[in-house]
């Protein structure tokens, strides 16, 4: 009889437990569900802040997104025709483009879709910014951080964040 009540609490307590994992998780994916891209042009979405200020513009085949919510968060979202569906290609060649440029100081951090790196500005400020690159079938979308003010690493590393799955 016993064995019999260990047992049937065995199976209550890892029921119990199973289903409190599952509505953790479904609870954790309702609150996350992100700001959509596409209405404006973009098929991609990102984890940005509720009050987000999204523009866009177009020139030609260059559509341009603005994300902004003017407490430190500032994308730029740009997409064309991609070159290259070689994701590995495409970050190696902004990377020569971003250390080329004067301002470029060095690269802070590397992820997959991109880099994170420091400018030094020409008052000899620090600032940094980020290239992350998604293809998209035979679209390339770029982010990059706005140019609404110099980030902090920290303020950097949150947009990105954001914007990679």
């Known amino acids: ?81 991609a070159s290259t569906s070689n994701l590995t290609k495409l970050k190696q060649e902004r990377k020569e483009a971003v250390t080329a440029h004067p301002a470029f100081n060095k690269i802070i951090e590397e992820v997959n879709e991109g880099f994170i790196y420091e400018k030094k500005e020409i008052t000899g400020d620090l600032s940094f910014d980020f290239e992350i690159i998604v293809v998209q079938g035979d679209k390339e979308i770029n982010f990059q951080a706005g140019n609404s003010k110099l980030f902090t690493e920290a303020e950097v590393k949150i947009m990105v964040r954001s914007i990679i799955k």
């Open 1 to 81: 009889m016993i064995s019999n009540f260990k047992s049937l609490f065995n199976i209550l307590f890892l029921s119990f437990f199973s289903i409190l994992i599952i509505w953790s998780c479904n609870q954790k994916n309702q609150g996350s569900k992100g700001t959509d891209l596409l209405k404006y042009g973009i098929p991609y979405t990102i984890n940005a802040p509720d009050q987000v200020n999204i523009t866009k513009s177009q020139t030609g085949r260059l559509a341009a997104v603005n994300i902004k919510d003017g407490h430190g968060y500032d994308i730029q979202v740009f997409m064309s025709d």
